[in-house]
Every structure is written in structure tokens, then in C-alpha cells.
């Protein structure tokens, strides 16, 4: 009886991806809402530069008293996830970009084998980069590199690239989702 309960739980436990602890089962992130002042500016950056592709628009809807509208415009990106863009009208909202270090800013990173390329592909269509590509030499982000940019707009966004692994996956059971290898 022991061996069948020890079959059965090898069994249970090999099935599925990353452990999921109580709380929602999430299946993963299904997208990233992202606000912009000007929706179609937004769509041909995103289109023109990542590839993404614009599926579904819904709006203008009236957010009295928040916003005079709203539209929003889902894009499908590659392999990753889906970016939800938010235009609001004559909002209440402020109009001053938030700082990489204030609480609630975020950034979009997009992977690439070749950020340097990536950085060539960027300056060539006048997008400020912030610095230089950083390699990560060791640790547990070892073999990646990275460098922030800024939308159009001026939202802060990343290329990112690791096509060799990054340091961690040497000694974790556990690997973070790639885009270059969403299977995995």
C-alpha cells in the first residue's frame, strides 16, 4: 500500500508546470495595460517596431467623471503577452510621466537574441535610448543584456536578450517563461 501512495504522489506531483500555492489558479499573465495619450501613434509604434498586431478595439465609452472617453485596443505580440492599450480623453488624470523609480511605474521588456541590433533598429527611428546595453556577467541574470529606451510618448520600455541562458538555470529546477521558447 505504501509503494501505490508513493507511485500516486511521484505521479501527481510530475504532472503540470510550476507549483500554484492556494489562492486563484492562474494559467499566467494574460496582458499588460498600458495608457498613451494618442491610441494610433501607439498602434503603429508597437506594429512598426515589435510586430505586434492590433485584434480587438472597444470605445469611446463616456468614464464621467474620470475621463471625457475611453478606447482600448488589444495587441498580440509575438509569444509573450497581450498589451492592452488605454486612450483616455480629457481625463483627470496626470499628464507627468512617471519616474522608472516611483511606486507603480512599469515597463514592457521585449526580448530580442540581439539587443545591439535592436539598439541600431531603435536610434535609426530617432527613439532615445537610456544608456548603454548592460551584459550581465554573473549572478543569476549572467548572459543577459538589457537597456531601457523611451516610447514615442515617452513611456520608459526595455529590449532584452539571453539567447544562451541566463546564470540561474544552472542550478534552478525552476526557469522563468522565454518568449524565444514559450513551450518551455
Known sequence: MKTIAAVFTAIVLSLGGAAQGAGIKSAGVDHVGVNVP???????????????EPVTHIGPFNMAPRAESLSLTMLRCGHGSNIELFEYKKSNGSTVMPKAEDIGASHIAFYTDDVKAGVAYLKSKGITIIGEPMTMTSGDTEGETWVHFLSPWGSELELVGYPKGKGYEKKSKVKLWNPSHPAN
Do not use: R
Open 38 to 52: 494618442d491610441m494610433q501613434q501607439a498602434i503603429d509604434f508597437f506594429s512598426s517596431t515589435f510586430g505586434c
